[in-house]
Every structure is written in structure tokens, then in C-alpha cells.
């Protein structure tokens, strides 16, 4: 069992180096999320079209696009702010099929317009409203950390994802080996000894040794009794 701690180390190591990976960066051309082009439709399958938030600013939407969580934010109208953003990420999809090369910062430039339109569909400073944006923010946060903040397509979050699965492996394995070492040798409760049953196996088979050899004794002192020689 030396390998253990050996293992454990690689694949701590391994889930790490997983889990920090950063994109490749290099020339880029900048995203700008007001313009739509001209073989967009061709390439993505749909035209954008124009939405108003309540603030009558005006953002290019997908038709077709939601809110991806439970609900859609409802009683919230987050709609067009979603519909932007996945118009948005459908920019950077665009611009993988098309081998464009964005700036590292583009994927993080949507997310930040999401959460700039969400608060302005807040506008009456509801605390239930705010908080629901927050939770949106994580959500999205995290999913861009998990994907490299590249475009969002399937394969772009198994680097990261194959780390924190190595990562709550190793946790669940060290936790059930820390449990298991407590079932064979428990704490004992102060003042109070252990039993045989609560020490567990290892400690009845020293009990069964014992009674053994207490055994053997005292047959061995019976034979010394019953050969002594009759006084006279």
C-alpha cells in the first residue's frame, strides 16, 4: 500500500494542472456585439434580430434564445437579456466555425453585458430581483471558468470538468479511507475501555490469543498438580 500516497500526489497533481489550464491566446480581432455578419445566417441558422430592455436600450437577440435555468427567472422579465447573451455566445460559436481568432477577453465581455442588462430589468431595486441576478452571475461565472472562456460547444469544458472529477475522486477516496482506519482502531470514550466488539477484528483476534494462552497455562499447571508425588 506505499503507492498510495504516491498516487494520490499524481493525481492531485494531474487534477491541478487540469483545472488551472488557460487558453491559447494570439492575434484577435474584437468582438463587437452590435453587428451582425454577413453570412452569420448561413453559418448559425437564424438572423438576429432586434430587443428593448427597460431602459429602451436596444441589444441584437437570438429569436430562438432563453434564460437557461429552471423557470427562465421568471416572475423577473430577464428575456431579452438572455436572448442578447446567447446571441453573444452564438458570436463566438460563429467565430470557431469560421476559425476567427477573438481576443481571450470576448467570452468575458458577454458575460459582463448580461450582467449589466439584468440589473437595469431590476429597475425597481427589488432585493429578490438583485439577488436572482447574482445567482445568473455565478451560474454563468462558473461556466465560462469551465470552459476556458472560449466558445461554448461541448467539448470546450472536459478539460476543466476531467480535473474536478480527479479532484472530488481523491476527496471521496481519502474520506472513505480516513473512515474505514476509524472503524479498526476507534477512539475509546475517556474513562470508558473498549470492548472487543467496538474495537473490532483485529482486537477480538488478540482476545481469542489471550484466552488461548490463559488456556494452556492452566492446563500445564494441572499436569504439574496431578504428577506431584503424595506427601508422606
Keep these: 500500500m506505499r503507492w498510495l500516497p504516491r498516487l494520490a500526489v499524481l493525481t492531485l497533481g494531474i487534477a491541478a494542472a487540469l483545472t488551472v489550464a488557460v487558453p491559447s491566446s494570439g492575434a484577435a480581432v474584437s468582438l463587437d456585439v452590435s453587428q451582425v455578419p454577413s453570412d452569420f445566417a448561413a453559418v448559425m ?26 423557470g427562465e427567472g421568471k416572475p423577473f422579465d430577464f428575456t431579452v437579456a438572455c436572448q442578447a447573451h446567447d446571441y453573444g455566445y452564438d458570436l463566438l460559436r460563429y467565430a470557431g466555425k469560421k476559425n476567427i481568432e477573438l481576443p481571450g477577453t470576448a467570452r468575458a465581455q458577454i458575460d459582463a453585458q448580461l450582467s449589466k442588462d439584468l440589473h437595469v430589468q431590476c429597475s425597481a431595486a427589488s432585493l429578490t430581483c438583485e ?30 470538468t476531467a480535473g474536478l472529477i480527479l479532484l472530488g475522486g481523491l476527496g471521496l477516496s481519502s474520506a472513505t479511507l480516513s473512515l474505514r482506519r476509524r472503524s479498526l482502531f476507534p477512539t475509546p470514550s475517556p474513562g470508558r475501555p473498549l470492548s472487543a466488539s467496538r474495537f473490532g477484528r483485529r482486537s477480538g483476534a488478540v482476545t481469542g490469543l489471550a484466552a488461548q494462552l490463559g488456556s494452556t497455562v492452566r492446563r500445564r499447571q494441572g499436569l504439574r498438580a496431578s504428577a506431584a508425588p503424595f506427601p508422606r
Aim: glycine share 12%; hydrophobic share 35%.
Design 131 to 160: 439577488a436572482t441576478v447574482a445567482v445568473f452571475q455565478a451560474g454563468v461565472a462558473f461556466n465560462s471558468w469551465r470552459q476556458l472562456d472560449g466558445p461554448p460547444v461541448d467539448q470546450s469544458g472536459l478539460t476543466r
Design 45 to 70: 441558422g437564424y438572423t438576429p434580430v432586434a430587443g428593448q430592455l427597460a431602459d429602451g436600450t436596444t441589444r441584437l437577440i437570438n429569436p430562438r434564445g432563453s434564460c437557461s435555468v429552471p
